[in-house]
């Protein structure tokens, strides 16, 4: 499109590229695909000033349907890249795009680092639970059991759970949604992207062809509202139908609990507020386990810390030395 | 062939008159310092030189054992002082362990300094040696001051209140006192710069300069005088103007960041720790320049690709690593490669296989950087042949980079790194101004159309709006950029990226020949063995011999007139620290009559091994 035919107010599809989606139908990357452009639409965020930077893996191919700039790397690297861009221009709106394979197996080094290091930009992780691109392999985010090619007899391993990862390696936003929820993601993504310093967003996403209805026992809406707590900072955190269940401390335990209001009305005095400032309790949210208490999604922790490309480009505009006074610094003679 | 097995000899092998001084002790002895001092006192004394500091990988290791050795070696002399020296004249060993480690750099009838209370009974033993090398005759034929320093030093120093431990550390200083009575020097310049070091009432400024003067006068006032011969040190004239010593990391320095400034571009060298490549990141993060800064990645990788990054965003990326480093980087390139952006890798070479010699030089990652990618991924790649080339190589990296959009990979190496020489600082204000043109809004653009010339695509940078487009690694379309699983565009991407990297050999046409364009051998070299060959080639030469040199720059793409220079030689020689990869490159493409002389010891070649070598090609032939 010509710099002089771009409307006044962009559309989500005016952040769509001319490339053909190249996608499984059905897979729940169109979904996030859409609730990107919608945030950026609701942002009218400047296609020129937006970089999405991706892994290897099927949601890596995201940027080249964006409108905007994209540079698709290698495996696993993508916020190395990203924190080269963001060092160099720091005005640039960077979008790390990455799958659970790139970003908690190959890429597992570069994933924790940028959380430690607070680069301003937001880390969509597309999580199947599955490597897609590949086939079908067991990926680190997948269950114990899972039977894949490369497992057949079900997986031995442990799943690493990310957000856990990304709080203890200093994250300072940590949030979750589901790909089909749009309406629920968006203003997610948005927090994030508001959000000043490294925010993981992570994204339940189905697979459709090799891990289908992994996540259905939290998403499918017959249980959706039993089984996903929506999380609002300053709100108690109420679940279920008519919001008659919360979240409160077990303290003998030091974990959380559901409290079921409909039996008993007076422990809603025992309801936690949701203070995503609170790190102890957003490790607690990260840790429940799915099987017998609700997915905790929406911004689960959020702070402020100083970032690393706001760091090195003050430091960078303090250096002020000229070279030809370094050269001769130190011992010189003259002939 | 080994460098080694050559018989030792003398190192003025001309009527030039040089002399080699090695310093040896535990890396906490200050060797490396006053050496650098000696250096200084050299060179402003007009002298040319060489200095190579020699050091084990251990840090620390624990005090008086052979392999906590570290020794700096420093040649100078009158002529052309292009190598450290192959032996030393003169060496310092403040342990019985420098003594056991070095003694073999030592030539015959050369001057030993040693610290006699050191050779104790418990020296010894640390050191390995059965008996004390002192009295049991191994050091026949050798001049030998052997001084109580420790004890002469805390002497001097007693009255400022220092301690022995304190007292002992301002050995270094009386030695050099000593040292720089043999060579005629006062004191005077050593004192000024420990004045400005300490300041002028530091105690420590105080004692170091009453060890200082000790030694000196220790000289002065003994016998010794009658057994060694003070050397006269020689007053030649240099070019005029503001002389500094500057080592190839310091060099390397300078030139990225002297690029980058006439560039108009802000750059960051994106490292991890690995020796011996560090100090490029250490200087330059120390240097603080306008617009010049360094990012510590988490990993070699990491470092690499936050590199490219910098280069997209419309900065200029550096990574400097060793070997091992540049191995975790290779998938990164390729990548570069693949989307044609600017990239400077700088290679340190270190000896290997595998972590190998860590602070030793080798030249076996050439074929690593020519050709260890998976896929056809073409790169430039030069090598600096002396502390003082690098300056010019980073620049001229910096602008192949640019103007070809494409990485270019400096090989250098551990001796390189920490070797230095005098270096006349260079005027910045003449250099040439070539800023970069970045692409700005173009209705038709289209991000792979090339310059018909360079073959170069444009640099456009993310914010330049209505340019918006998307770049990776999956293989575009020739023109538009848009992934392309054609066939045939796939076999023209390869050809132009091939293409593209072939044409950079007009920009290193005139190749530099040291000697007649024809004659009865030229010797091929690349990297550091530039200082060995070409004193070694000079003295032949001066003999009458029809011998000439060249050090390749430009070792991909290599150059179709290396072809016509070496057809008008009866013998070519290529000259390299590794197992002949030069050699195989032009064995290939240019020269299948050429021969190979290599040595992989992790040490420099000795002139005098290169000079029997030379002599019996050329005769042999004759």
Redesign the interface.
């Known amino acids: 499109m010509?710099?002089n035919t771009?409307p006044d107010k962009l559309k989500p599809t005016d952040y769509a590229?001319d490339?053909e989606v190249r996608w499984c139908p059905g897979c729940g990357d169109y979904a996030i695909l859409n609730a990107v452009k919608k945030t950026l639409a609701d942002k009218q965020a400047?296609?020129?000033?937006t970089?999405f930077?991706s892994g290897i893996g099927c949601s890596s191919r995201l940027?080249?349907y964006?409108?905007?700039?994209?540079?698709?790397?290698?495996h696993g690297?993508a916020?190395?890249?990203?924190?080269?861009?963001?060092?160099?221009?720091p005005?640039?709106d960077v979008w790390v795009i990455t799958g659970d394979g790139d970003s908690l197996s190959i890429g597992g080094?570069?994933f924790i680092?940028l959380f430690r290091k607070n680069l301003n930009c937001q880390v969509l992780l597309f999580n199947n639970e599955i490597y897609g691109l590949t086939k079908g392999q067991a990926s680190p985010a997948s269950r114990i059991g899972t039977i894949s090619p490369s497992t057949p007899s079900g997986s031995l391993e442990a799943p690493i759970s990310a957000c856990e990862l990304a709080l203890s390696s200093g994250a300072t936003f940590v949030a979750r949604g589901v790909d089909t929820a749009i309406k629920k993601l968006v203003p997610t993504l948005s927090k994030a992207q508001e959000h000043v310093g490294t925010s993981l967003v992570e994204i339940y996403q189905n697979c459709i062809v090799y891990n289908d209805d992994v996540f259905k026992s939290f998403t499918d809406k017959s249980v959706a509202s039993e089984k996903q707590i929506h999380l609002e900072h300053g709100q108690p955190m109420l679940f279920g139908e008519n919001n008659k269940k919360g979240l409160a401390i077990n303290k003998d335990y030091s974990s959380l609990e559901i409290i079921d209001l409909e039996q008993n009305e007076k422990e809603i005095s025992r309801v936690l507020v949701h203070d995503y400032k609170n790190k102890t309790i957003a490790n607690l949210l990260t840790q429940m386990d799915q099987k017998s208490m609700p997915v905790a999604l929406g911004v689960i922790y959020c702070v402020e810390k100083p970032t690393l490309d706001n760091y090195?480009t003050e430091?960078?505009n303090?250096?002020?030395?000229?070279?030809?006074n370094?050269?001769?610094k130190?011992?010189?003679?003259?002939? | 062939m080994d460098g080694n097995s050559s018989e030792i000899r003398s190192n003025n092998i001309d009527d030039n008159w040089s002399t080699t001084v090695r310093f040896a002790g535990d890396s906490g002895d200050g060797m490396q310092l006053t050496g650098g001092r000696l250096t200084?006192e050299a060179?402003?004394s007009?002298m040319g030189l060489a200095t190579f500091p020699d050091y084990p990988a251990e840090i620390r290791a624990p005090a008086g054992t052979t392999f906590g050795v570290s020794s700096f070696q420093v040649r100078f002399g009158e002529g052309l002082i292009a190598s450290s020296g192959d032996h030393a004249d003169i060496l310092v060993a403040m342990n019985p362990a420098a003594l056991k480690v070095n003694i073999k750099e030592v030539l015959p009838g050369g001057l030993l300094i040693l610290d006699s209370s050191s050779f104790n009974e418990r020296g010894i033993k640390k050191a390995g040696y059965e008996e004390n090398p002192l009295e049991n005759n191994s050091l026949a034929g050798m001049q030998i001051i052997s001084a109580d320093i420790s004890n002469l030093t805390i002497e001097a120093v007693k009255e400022f209140g220092l301690g022995n431990k304190d007292g002992m550390r301002c050995r270094n200083m009386w030695t050099l006192g000593l040292i720089l009575w043999l060579f005629t020097k006062e004191t005077n310049e050593t004192i000024n710069?420990l004045q400005n070091k300490f300041g002028k009432d530091n105690i420590l400024a105080k004692a170091n300069m009453a060890a200082l003067n000790a030694g000196h006068s220790y000289a002065e006032n003994t016998e010794i005088s009658s057994d060694i011969i003070r050397k006269i040190v020689p007053k030649i004239?240099?070019?005029?103007?503001?002389?500094?010593?500057i080592t190839g990391a310091e060099s390397l320095a300078?030139g990225l960041?002297?690029g980058a400034?006439k560039s108009k571009l802000?750059m960051?060298l994106?490292s991890y720790p690995i020796t011996p490549a560090s100090p490029i990141m250490h200087y330059l993060a120390n240097?603080?320049?306008?617009?010049?800064?360094i990012?510590q990645?988490?990993?070699e990788?990491?470092?690499c690709?936050?590199?490219?990054?910098?280069?997209?965003?419309?900065?200029l990326?550096v990574t400097s690593s060793s070997g091992p480093g540049i191995s975790l980087k290779t998938?990164?390139i390729g990548?570069a490669i693949s989307?044609e952006l600017p990239l400077i890798i700088i290679n340190s070479q270190r000896a290997g296989p595998s972590t190998g010699l860590p602070t030793r030089a080798e030249q076996s990652d050439l074929m690593q950087a020519v050709h260890g990618r998976h896929g056809e991924a073409p790169l430039v790649v030069l090598a600096p042949k002396s502390p003082s080339h690098c300056f010019h190589i980073a620049q001229k990296a910096i602008h192949i980079a640019i103007k070809y959009m494409t990485p270019v990979m400096i090989l250098s190496d551990a001796y390189l790194t920490n070797a230095s020489e005098p270096w006349l600082?260079?005027?910045?204000?003449g250099i040439k101004e070539n800023p970069v043109s970045f692409g700005e809004?173009n209705?038709n653009y289209m991000p792979f159309e090339r310059n018909p010339n360079t073959l170069a695509r444009k640099w456009v940078?993310?914010?330049?709006?209505?340019?918006?487009?998307?770049?990776?690694?999956?293989e575009k379309d020739s023109i538009s950029g848009?992934?392309s699983y054609d066939p045939e565009n796939h076999q023209e991407m390869t050809n132009l990226r091939a293409e593209k990297i072939r044409n950079i050999q007009n920009e290193f046409e005139k190749i530099e020949i040291i000697g007649p364009d024809k004659g009865d051998l030229l010797v091929i070299g690349w990297g550091s063995t530039n200082g060995p060959i070409s004193e070694a080639q000079e003295l032949l030469s001066n003999k009458g011999y029809a011998i000439s040199h060249t050090q390749i720059s430009c070792l991909w793409p290599i150059s179709h007139n290396l072809k016509n220079i070496a057809s008008k030689f009866k013998e070519v020689l290529v000259v390299e620290m590794n197992d002949g990869q030069l050699f195989n490159l032009l064995k290939v493409e240019t020269m299948p009559n050429a021969k190979s002389l290599t040595q992989v010891s992790g040490k420099p070649f000795r002139v005098s091994y290169l000079l029997d070598k030379f002599k019996e090609i050329i005769e042999l032939r004759n």
Not at chain 1, 318 to 324: A, C, K
Not at chain 2, 305 to 315: D, H, L, M, Q
Not at chain 2, 461 to 469: I, L, V
């Open positions: 010509s710099i771009e590229s490339q400047k296609k020129e000033n970089v930077v940027p080249y964006m409108a905007t700039y994209g540079f698709h790397t290698i690297r916020p190395a890249f990203a924190t080269g861009i963001k060092i160099t221009n005005k640039l080094n570069h680092h090195y430091k960078l303090q250096h002020n030395n000229e070279i030809s370094i050269m001769e130190g011992q010189t003679w003259t002939i | 200084f060179a402003i007009g710069w004239k240099p070019a005029k103007g503001k002389w500094r010593a300078f960041a002297t400034i802000n960051t994106c240097y603080e320049l306008k617009g010049i800064g990012y990645a988490e990993d990788i990491a470092a690709c936050s590199a490219i990054g910098v280069s997209y965003a419309g900065g990326g998938e990164a990548l989307v600082i260079p005027d910045i204000s809004y209705e940078k993310p914010g330049t709006k209505g340019m918006e487009h998307r770049i990776g690694g999956l848009n992934i």
